[in-house]
């Protein structure tokens, strides 16, 4: 059984940035695939980003490309998201995933474990 945290999350103003961390614990991080979705309110929960258990292959989704970083410390068992020029539409929980078989990183039923999520909310 794998255990996630995440941690990061805050109020911000439109512009700021923020660093998620999601820490696991319960099994090898290196060999499981990472990812953080988030979910608005009154939304279906999105693919943001995911990771590959080695750290070279990543995905992001478009609404976030070229503002938001994935990475991952597999000595720390610890994935991160750094999130720049923050909008209000970022507003959500947003949440760390992990599978060992995960064959799409954008599709949600491909992940086993995911944490308790993390707010986000950005203001205009």
């Known amino acids: 059984q794998v255990q996630l945290v995440e941690s990061g999350g805050g109020s911000v103003q439109a512009g700021d940035s923020l660093r998620l961390s999601c820490t696991a614990s319960?099994?090898?991080?290196?060999?499981?695939?990472m990812a953080w979705f988030r979910q608005a309110p009154g939304s279906e929960r999105e693919f943001v980003a995911g990771?590959?258990?080695?750290?070279?292959?990543?995905d992001y989704a478009d609404s976030v490309k070229g503002r938001c970083s994935i990475s991952r410390d597999n000595a720390a068992s610890t994935m991160y998201l750094q999130m720049n020029s923050l909008k209000p539409d970022d507003t959500a929980v947003y949440y760390c995933?992990?599978?060992?078989?995960?064959?799409?990183?954008?599709?949600?039923?491909?992940?086993?474990?995911w944490g308790q999520g993390t707010q986000v909310s950005v203001s205009s």
């Open positions: 995933a992990a599978g060992a078989l995960v064959i799409n990183l954008p599709q949600s039923a491909d992940y086993d474990y």
């Open positions: 319960g099994a090898a991080f290196s060999g499981l695939v």
């Open positions: 990771i590959s258990w080695g750290g070279r292959d990543t």
